[in-house]
């Protein structure tokens, strides 16, 4: 570990780097979801009961809340002509809460 000062991120960087963290989230809430339909709501059709829905349902409402507070919390703020003024929180930041 280099002494000294940490290095810091501009607010391009971040606001890259937020949106591609976003992107593998999402992509990783979709293919959770994915799994599970096929596996319990297709493959085990004739087993799945109102309890398994209810999972399904209720873990896609956290995924959603999830994924909806991690965007807002790395939404962006652009100045009048168009510049990026701020990147948002930095959802890769070490001991961070974003994640």
């Known amino acids: 570990q280099p002494k000294g000062k940490a290095g810091t991120k501009g607010k391009k960087q971040i606001f890259e780097e937020n949106r591609e963290t976003l992107r593998f989230y999402l992509r990783i809430i979709l293919g ?16 799945a009961s109102a309890w398994t829905w209810l999972a399904f349902v209720f873990s896609s409402v956290v995924y959603g809340t999830s994924y909806r507070s991690m965007n807002s919390m790395a ?16 959802l890769n930041m070490e001991q961070g ?3």
């Open 75 to 90: 939404k962006p703020s652009f100045a009048e002509d168009g510049s990026l003024a701020d990147g948002g929180i930095d």
């Open 97 to 99: 809460m974003a994640e």
């Open 32 to 47: 959770a979801s994915a799994v599970y339909a096929v596996v319990n709501l297709v493959i085990f059709y004739p087993a």
